[in-house]
């Protein structure tokens, strides 16, 4: 397993989430990483990204504002802070690295790895 995600669950509108990714293996020396989630009936999206070259972060308006994404080198571990949580954010949620390429992309075909994925549901 390169990359294991966890942290979703059932909230109210308004509430907070964490989400955590932890990678192992290759996905361990990854430095661009990022979140997409999926809603029932729609495409994959992408929500956060972070380019550990820089430090750059990169938001979806959709959440610009209320997300947040860090990592912990440390544990090798990707976040997704999630507050003012609304209904629309209803979704399974994916963490992504590229593997051994460095540039940013929102694009989620670029990406090598992916975790199994998390359910948030936010309910109104």
């Known amino acids: ?11 109210q509108a308004g509430a ?4 955590s990714c932890a990678a192992s ?10 979140w997409f989630r999926r809603a029932p009936g ?6 956060a990204g972070i380019n550990l070259n820089g430090g750059s972060t990169y938001y979806a308006d ?17 976040y997704l802070q999630m507050d003012s949580l609304k209904p629309e954010d209803t979704a399974v949620y994916y963490c992504a690295s ?19 994925g998390t359910q948030v549901t936010v309910s109104s």
Not at 16 to 19: A, E, G, I, K
């Open 1 to 11: 397993v390169q990359l294991q995600a966890s942290g979703g669950g059932l909230v």
């Open 16 to 19: 907070s989430l964490r989400l």
């Open 25 to 34: 293996g290759r996905a361990v020396n990854s430095l661009v990483r990022a």
């Open 42 to 47: 729609k495409e994959r999206e992408f929500v």
């Open 62 to 78: 959709s959440v610009k504002g209320r997300f947040t994404i860090s990592q912990d080198n440390a544990k090798n571990t990707l």
């Open 98 to 116: 590229r593997g051994a390429a460095t540039v940013f992309t929102r694009a989620p075909s670029q990406y090598a790895y992916w975790g199994q």
